[in-house]
């Protein structure tokens, strides 16, 4: 197993805050985007966390991310948006879109919003959470399709055509364990091939194919050619396909070469429907009454959608974040280059603040 190397959120905070304002960032968008990656792994999805930093500092470099870019609504009625991400980076954009929907939700019901022009937005799920702090229903997903739009294969099918396309969605519990779906259609996310290629670990097997076609466990294999597998076969294949169609709303297909996706999300007011009080007292007696049934055979619990992440977070709040020592000397890269220190020095006192 590959060596680790333990932080505290407040330091790997301050870690990817420091990276991408000496990188071009404006404070507030690097203060936004690093919550939201250390956010992810104290919810336990190390995938989508602070191993992503290299890739966002080769896409300002090259040009892909505009740092300190803010976005844009285009279009917009009472109760949708259409939002231009300006090339920002996508964590910013779709927690500003988040709250913009919550906002209109409230006064609108609900609110819809089709997001463009931006990049990777990070854990899904983050913004679904979001969501339900607010008292609404959300539901959050990205889309991408067509010849060539990434590794994972149609039912059916021989080639890649789809990203990994996931859906998250969020429902107030009126505690800190809200009830949180979050997966990609793909039966394996690619950043968690991510992480276990940097810890040097095989991954389950049904998650990929090698660049032959054959089944594979080895990372390696996925990276030289090789292709994901929808999760449910024709069920998870279906699902991929529509998050495609929800993202196609904001515009971005091409009838020429079969191409669509995008980032769509909703938010759905509780109160609008039934008193948020009582309807999250009934959600709560709802899943617990769930998760008294009788574990089978091999299983200590039942768990609800939410449960997994609101543990994690309790325990590496307390005792840190784990980060393999790949990641952290390709950070440490990073600091090299932009002639910057990732010592506890450069913990401020909000950063502690934020992780109470």
Request: a negative charge; charged letters at 20%.
């Amino acid at each position: 197993m590959e060596k680790t190397h333990l932080f505290h959120a407040p330091h790997l905070h301050a870690i990817a805050r420091t990276i991408f304002v000496a990188a071009g960032a404006s404070t507030h968008i690097a203060n936004d985007v690093a919550e939201i990656l250390v956010k992810a792994h104290l919810a336990g999805h190390d995938s989508h966390g602070v191993l992503r930093i290299p890739a966002y500092i080769r896409g300002i470099n090259d040009g892909h991310i505009k740092p300190s870019a803010e976005p844009e609504i285009v279009a917009e009625t009472d109760n949708t948006l259409r939002v231009d991400g300006k090339g920002a980076f996508g964590h910013y954009v779709s927690r500003w879109s988040i709250r913009k929907a919550i906002e209109k939700a409230k006064t609108s019901a609900s609110c819809c919003v089709s997001i463009f022009n931006t990049g990777h937005i990070g854990r899904l799920g983050e913004y679904a959470e979001e969501a339900a702090g607010a008292g609404c229903i959300g539901l959050i997903t990205v889309g991408m399709g067509g010849k060539g739009a990434g590794p994972t294969v149609p039912y059916g099918g021989s080639q890649g055509t789809f990203s990994t396309n996931p859906i998250a969605i969020g429902v107030p519990t009126g505690d800190d364990t809200p009830f949180i779906v979050d997966y990609a259609t793909s039966v394996i996310a690619e950043g968690k091939i991510q992480v276990a290629r940097s810890k040097g670990t095989e991954l389950p097997e049904g998650c990929i194919l090698d660049k032959h076609g054959a089944p594979s466990t080895t990372p390696a294999d996925f990276y030289d050619g090789g292709a994901l597998l929808a999760f449910g076969k024709h069920k998870g294949y279906a699902l991929a396909m529509f998050t495609c169609l929800l993202g196609g709303l904001a515009g971005t297909f091409d009838a020429e070469t079969g191409r669509m996706g995008g980032i769509f999300m909703q938010t759905i007011d509780v109160n609008a429907f039934t008193p948020i009080a009582e309807y999250q007292k009934g959600v709560r007696a709802f899943l617990d009454v769930i998760k008294g049934t009788p574990p089978a055979s091999g299983f200590d619990e039942v768990l609800a959608p939410g449960d997994f992440e609101s543990r994690y977070r309790v325990e590496r709040l307390k005792n840190g974040i784990e980060i393999p020592g790949t990641i952290n000397n390709q950070l440490q890269e990073c600091a090299e280059n932009l002639n910057i220190s990732l010592g506890e020095e450069i913990v401020e006192a909000e950063d502690k603040a934020r992780y109470q």
